[in-house]
């Protein structure tokens, strides 16, 4: 429904703009700026958007200025831009990834091996996957890129996950690679405990947002800390053995205190939206063993039981960041039912009254697969990533939206 893609539909008026016969030293500048960040694969940022901006930048630049070019040098740039958005939106196949914005190899699969481990498979045939992804996915300061074309900006929570699974798989074998990996991750906390995806520091600044005007909605300029990615970051040190005695882990808790709304639950960054980022923050507490019956805690899986649909689902719409009533409210969806369902087991586990929600949301995701044999999100359930995966397809397990993958119970 186009009615959940936007509240406003946005309105920008474009003036002619009257040229110099030369561009001024701030532009040629710019240009030169943007050709030397373009990935060896031929993107702009990793996003095909971004890729395909920027050419349109360099093309109008080239035309009005030709005599500033070096023809062969823009050429090059423009077949590998070229390029890489024609195999991302056309050469993918029948996978998940034809026509998507951006690259998540090392994300998915890491999904996958952990889904593949938690239901029982042999720690010794997930070895090759970890170390494939060590190879190719790990940068050098001991961060994991999120997908190709985002090695120049490893990502705080795909870290984490890599190095949960890498415990989980083989901990004395990778003791050296967790340790290098986890000296990013706290290089990366920011002040106040919380986390970004990609950055350190590059939180809201109002000056920015007042000169960028009307543009500021048409492209993500800040990485500031958020609840979801802390969250993830915070499960991963639970693995470790940390808890909540350790500085850095007290410091991550005194964030999501902070950033927990009234009602009990938190706004999700990277997912849609407070079902999203609850069913991040308490697996992660119960990761680093805290008593998830504190008031706080508890009432943010109070909060999960109320809003749970008829049909044992859970669905939150994109209205929700804009629109107080639409707040816990949507058509129920299996990706936001399986992570309220982190929360709700962690909850059980920690002995709160949740069985009942817990059973009706797993006969929800049950009989939803039956409906086309496979689970598909009717509603949007991201941000920002257009993003769809195959991971865990199938009737006895479920892709939980980016933590683990749960046995149905028996």
């Known amino acids: 429904d186009v009615k959940e893609l936007y509240t406003k539909i946005p309105s ?6 009257k040229r110099d016969e030369n561009p001024s030293y701030d532009l040629e500048n710019m240009i030169e700026q943007m050709l030397g960040v373009q990935q060896s694969r031929g993107a702009f940022g990793a996003y095909t958007p971004a890729t395909l901006y920027s050419l349109l930048a360099l093309q109008d630049f080239k035309e009005n200025y030709p005599h500033k070019v070096n023809a062969t040098r823009f050429e090059e740039v423009f077949q590998k831009g070229f390029n890489y958005v024609e195999f991302m939106y056309f050469d993918q196949g029948d996978s998940s990834y034809k026509g998507v914005l951006d690259d998540g190899r090392w994300w998915d699969t890491l999904l996958v091996a952990q889904g593949l481990h938690e239901i029982g498979e042999n720690s010794s045939k997930l070895e090759p996957v970890v170390d494939y992804i060590i190879k190719y996915g790990i940068q050098p300061n001991g961060g994991l890129a999120y997908g190709w ?32 990996s986890n000296d990013f991750l706290i290089s990366m906390q920011n002040k106040g ?9 590059l939180e809201e600044s109002f000056l920015v947002r ?3 005007g009307k543009f500021i909605n048409s492209a993500e300029i800040f990485d500031p800390s958020s ?19 350790d500085f850095h882990v007290s410091e991550a808790v005194h964030f999501l205190k902070k950033e927990q709304k009234e009602f009990g639950g938190w706004q999700g960054r990277w997912g849609v939206n407070h079902i999203y980022a609850v069913g991040a923050v308490i697996p992660a507490l119960a990761s680093i063993n805290y008593d998830l019956k504190e008031d706080w805690a508890q ?41 309220a369902l982190l929360a709700l087991i962690e909850a059980e586990k920690a002995g709160l009254d949740v069985k ?8 929800f995701l049950i009989e939803d697969h039956k409906e086309l044999g496979r689970f598909l999100d009717k509603s949007s ?9 195959d991971a865990a397809d199938d009737l006895l397990c479920v892709d939980l939206g980016g933590r683990r993958i749960i046995k149905k119970k028996k």
């Open 381 to 389: 359930v991201g941000t920002c990533l257009l993003y769809t995966s």
């Open 227 to 245: 609840v979801d990615v802390t969250a993830h970051v915070l499960e991963a040190w639970g693995t470790m053995g940390y808890t909540v005695k």
């Open 149 to 180: 074309e985002f090695e120049y900006m490893p990502d705080t929570d795909d870290t984490g996950m890599i190095i949960s699974l890498m415990i989980a798989i083989n901990k004395e074998k990778y003791k050296d690679q967790i340790e290098k």
């Open 12 to 17: 920008i008026e474009i003036e002619d703009v």
């Open 193 to 201: 405990g919380g986390f970004g995806a990609f950055s350190k520091g």
């Open 210 to 212: 007042l000169f960028a």
């Open 356 to 363: 009942d929600a817990v059973d009706r949301a797993i006969n």
């Open 299 to 339: 009432k943010s899986i109070e909060w999960l039981i109320k809003i749970q649909n008829s049909d044992g689902g859970f669905g939150e719409s994109v209205l929700s960041y804009n629109q107080e009533e639409w707040v816990g409210k949507g058509y129920s969806t299996p990706t936001q039912t399986a992570w």
